[in-house]
């Protein structure tokens, strides 16, 4: 009886080592998640290992001076990580835990992006007594949104929907008024993954292949660079809104990106919770060709 047993049992373990080999086989050449480092459109310059407190780091932007405030998706609180000495030098609390994604700065107001929706406006925001107000974004039947950025030409942020309640092929950008304190509900941008940019990439349905995780404005070109963490890849949208380039990211070295920002250089940071390794920020030059 024994025996009878164990030859079922390793009959079941040889069955599960078939079905992973041919599931491999059959995608490791269509699917992008299957990375060509010989065709790798970056370099990594610098790593910074990150405090276990920023283990699940979702949002980040650039203060100058080596300074990135930093979120992480549980607590309430901004964290100013000292990048020249690699230390988190202070941390200033805005609301109560949550699950908090995005976060841009502008001048001395920090505006946060919860998933629900929820905006938190952190005026002196590096002051003793910050002045903090919230809004809610409704009527997008929004499921959950990661990523924020500051369009202050038009005085306006822009939320990228990582999913909706009832899933859609495509998503949308949208702009949050700052004078109105409203969302407009037309889409600024629409991302549609069956566009031709996408069709050599295999990942799942339109909906999944686009799963924003943060936004930003190039500083230089004003193109918006859309980071997508759950299939990583960074998409890079023309100032008209249009995807002209896709890098593929090595999930060895991009396991969860959730965050990026430029410094007074324009050079790219991107971050990624720990996921097999301490979370990190990675300074990133992207190849032009």
């Given amino acids: 009886m024994l025996m009878k047993m164990n030859r079922i049992i390793i009959g079941i373990i040889a069955a599960i080592f078939i079905v992973a080999g041919l599931i491999y086989w059959v995608f490791k050449d269509n699917s992008y998640i299957s990375f060509d480092d010989d065709n790798k ?32 998706d549980e607590d309430g609180i901004i964290f100013i990580f000292n990048l020249k000495t690699s230390k988190v030098t202070s941390r200033i609390e805005f609301g109560k835990p949550g699950d908090y994604e995005g976060l841009a700065v502008l001048e001395n107001i920090a505006y946060v ?48 929907v990582k999913e909706y309640n009832n899933r859609k092929a495509t998503k949308g950008i949208y702009a949050f008024d700052l004078a109105k304190k409203s969302i407009q509900k037309e889409r600024f941008i629409t991302l549609d ?33 859309v980071l997508e963490g759950n299939q990583p890849k960074l998409i890079i949208l023309d ?24 410094d007074e250089k324009d050079r790219l940071y991107i971050s990624n919770e720990s996921r097999r390794q301490p979370a990190n920020i990675l300074r990133v030059k992207l190849k032009t060709q």
Wanted: glycine fraction near 8%.
């Fill in 41 to 72: 459109t970056y370099v990594i310059e610098k790593k910074w290992e990150l405090p276990s407190v920023l283990d699940e780091i979702s949002g980040m932007s650039y203060l100058g001076n080596n300074e990135m405030a930093c979120i992480q």
């Fill in 113 to 160: 992006l919860r998933s629900d929706g929820e905006i938190f406006e952190i005026k002196d925001f590096r002051s003793e007594q910050p002045v903090i107000d919230t809004y809610q974004i409704s009527g997008l039947d929004i499921n959950e949104v990661e990523s924020l950025e500051i369009d202050a030409k038009s005085n306006r942020l822009l939320i990228a």
């Fill in 193 to 225: 993954g069956s566009d031709k940019i996408y069709k050599d990439l295999v990942g799942g349905k339109s909906s999944q292949i686009i799963r924003p995780s943060a936004i930003r404005f190039h500083p230089g070109t004003g193109e918006l660079y």
């Fill in 239 to 262: 100032e008209e809104g249009n995807e002209e380039k896709i890098h593929i990211l090595n999930t060895e070295t991009f396991p969860q990106p959730e965050a990026l920002d430029f």
